[in-house]
Each structure stands twice: as C-alpha cells, then as structure tokens.
C-alpha cells in the first residue's frame, strides 16, 4: 500500500523496534512498512494525542498534523502530547515538539489550518492513511468524502461523556464477497440536528476515554500499514467506558 522506496533500518532503529521485529506478524519488514508510512492525523487533541504518540513510538516515517487551534489549559485533562508550557502554543507546534522528544526519527509535517471541504482533497492526497480525531460533523463528512475521492483509507473515532465509537473506512475497495464497502455516509447518513450532540466543553468528558479510543485508533493504522488482522471494515466498535463493555455493530452500504 506504500508509495515510497524501501528504507534500511539504522543500528538505533533496530534496537528502538527490537519488540516489534520480534513479532513474526511484523517483522524487520512490516517495520520497514512502518518508517515508509506517511499518516495524516486530523485534529492533536484527544484522540490525536494518543494516536500522534504511539504511531510515533512505533516509527511512522512521516506524521502529518492538521489543527487550527492553541492549546489551553482545560485540554490538559486528556491531550496528553500537549503540557503545561505549551499553553498558548499553536497544537501543531506543541505535538510535533513533543514527538521529536519520543522519537527524533519521525517527520512532522504541520499544518495550521482547519479542515474543510476546500482543502481536504490537497492535504488527504499527500498521505497514505488518514485518522479523524475531530469534533464535529462538518469535518468528519469533509475528511471521509476526501478521503473516499482519494483512495485512502480512514480510521475514525468519535467520544462522548464515557463512550466511544471506531471504525475503519475503505469505501474504494470490495469486501470479501464483493460487495462495495460502506462509507461514512452509509454509516451517517447525515448529522444530527445542530445542538442535539453537546461538545465536550458543554457536556463533559473523561480524559482516560480519548486514550482508549485513541489508542485502538493507533492499532487500527498499524494492522493496515503492516497488512496484519482485520480492519474494523463494515464494524462499528462501540466502547463504554462505565460499563468497561466492548461491543461489534456489522453495517453495510445503504441500497
């Protein structure tokens, strides 16, 4: 799935991922897959803090970042790539600050912008998969059409107070017995009306629920870059975090 050239591993780099060459499933070859990889996270809050962590820690050639906003200290809670001094600091600026501490091999491509319908195709076609960490519907419709347009595959998540949701996107291909794969308007036809979703700043969140959704999110781009497991295509995983209960939703393309 990778467009770029094949990389040798550096001494420093063997020994930085001697746990994943260990794995038969990965190997010194999926690690290779890993550092080729491009990945464009959209949003370096909640949900990216984590991805944006370990898909660095994990030797991602190239993190592209897309966030328009500063960080404040109410995220702190819960996006964790972003600390106390970094207050005020545009979020790109800040995550990519803190990925060059965990893994200096990694490149960062910032973006200080918000995503839209205009400019979703431009930034989605430099990368070879996507991850939606946003907040709200007009982006996720403008990154999973874009990405639909574009032959990429998407891993979104969404939170709420104590629940979550995540799934992977490849509406461009066919699944097993052939049937085109669902898209993020088969799964939401259209968003809810405006005020019935309350943000995170008017209805609360725990910070510990971005992790784990964020976390998966981070697992999901790894099994498609390294082409192990299964991708949750056409599944719907659906934590809640008070119940501690995961559950699978199977869903298909709208007729």
Known sequence: MNRHEATALSSEELERYARHIILPEIGGSGQQKLKRARVLVIGAGG?????LQYLAAAGVGTL????????????????IVHATPSIGTAKTDSAAQTIKQLNPNVHVETHKTRLDATNARKLV???DIVVDGSDNFDTRYAVADACEA???PLVHAAVGRFDGSLTVLKPFERGPTGEPNPSYRDLFPEAPPEGLVPSCAEAGI?????GVLGTLQAMEVIKLITGIGEPLVGRLLLYDGLAARFDTVRYKKLK
């Open 150 to 152: 574009e032959g990429r």
């Open 206 to 210: 725990v910070g510990a629920l971005t």
């Open 47 to 51: 949900l990216g803090a984590p991805v």
């Open 64 to 79: 592209g970042i897309v966030d328009d906003d500063a960080v404040s200290l109410s995220n702190l809670q819960r996006q």
């Open 125 to 127: 076609a430099e990368f």
